[in-house]
């Protein structure tokens, strides 16, 4: 059974760092893509970005520059480093992996970025 967890959410004040992690369960070579999405309350699932198998990656425009994909096969898990944190980057945080044609979904994690 293909599970993801996430990890590495928390309280954190404005314009600090942060990086989310997100734990696989067998390796992460096995997904043709991972990536990451948020969704603050009342507001829609959103799209941050996504790392394919080839390495190539994908983020949101309104992301961009901010926030950074990575992952590490070796540890089975994925990365999402976010710079510049802003009380509008509070969100759960959700990794996703897609394995031909199933979608896989972590629990999520919480960030509140807040003085």
């Known amino acids: 059974q293909v599970q993801l967890v996430e990890s590495g959410g928390g309280l954190v004040q404005p314009g600090g760092s942060l990086r989310l992690s997100c734990s696989a369960s067998?390796?992460?070579?096995?997904?043709?893509?991972l990536g990451w999405y948020r969704q603050a309350p009342g507001k829609q699932r959103e799209f941050l970005a996504r790392?394919?198998?080839?390495?190539?990656?994908i983020y949101a425009s309104s992301v961009k520059g901010r926030f950074t994909i990575s992952r590490d096969n070796a540890k089975n898990t994925l990365y999402l480093e976010i710079n510049t944190l802003k009380p509008e980057d509070t969100a759960v945080y959700y990794c996703?992996?897609?394995?031909?044609?199933?979608?896989?979904w972590g629990q999520g994690t919480q960030l509140t970025v807040s003085s």
């Open positions: 996703y992996g897609q394995m031909g044609s199933q979608d896989y």
């Open positions: 067998g390796s992460t070579s096995r997904f043709d893509l």
């Open positions: 790392i394919h198998i080839q390495g190539v990656t």
